[in-house]
Nanobody, 126 residues
Framework: QVQLVESGGGLVQAGASLRLSCAAS????????MGWFRQAPGKEREFVAAISWTGSNTYYADSVKGRFTISRDNAKNTVYLQMTSLKPEDTAVYYC???????????????????WGQGTQVTVSS
């Protein structure tokens, strides 16, 4: 069955870095674009970043542009989110998701993604 398993979350101080990983199995990973979303307590799930099937195209939310980098390794069926200069407002549960399409107009919409992981907590203290 399809599985997306996130890892790499934790508690860090403001200004620190973290790298999240999402290991995929049970489907053709290289045929799907991948996204990262996050959800803070009491807030809606929000788009963070997305990457196309081969990794040649990426897209970021304005709030993380220049600080976060999404990448993928299709040989390892894994997508990464490198987070630098973390801020307290980055605190959230981070989810990876898979989408069989790559449409810039809808990639920020959670409902269009086909598969989701269980999430990993990132907490940034001030």
């Amino acid at each position: 069955q399809v599985q997306l398993v996130e890892s790499g979350g934790g508690l860090v101080q403001a200004g620190a870095s973290l790298r999240l990983s999402c290991a995929a199995s049970g489907y053709s990973f290289s045929s799907y674009s991948m996204g990262w979303f996050r959800q803070a307590p009491g807030k809606e799930r929000e788009f963070v970043a997305a990457i196309s099937w081969t990794g040649s195209n990426t897209y970021y939310a304005d709030s993380v542009k220049g600080r976060f980098t999404i990448s993928r390794d299709n040989a390892k069926n894994t997508v990464y989110l490198q987070m630098t200069s973390l801020k307290p407002e980055d605190t959230a549960v981070y989810y990876c998701a898979a989408d069989r399409n790559w449409f810039v107009s809808t990639m920020t919409v959670p409902s269009i993604y086909d598969y989701w992981g269980q999430g990993t907590q990132v907490t940034v203290s001030s």
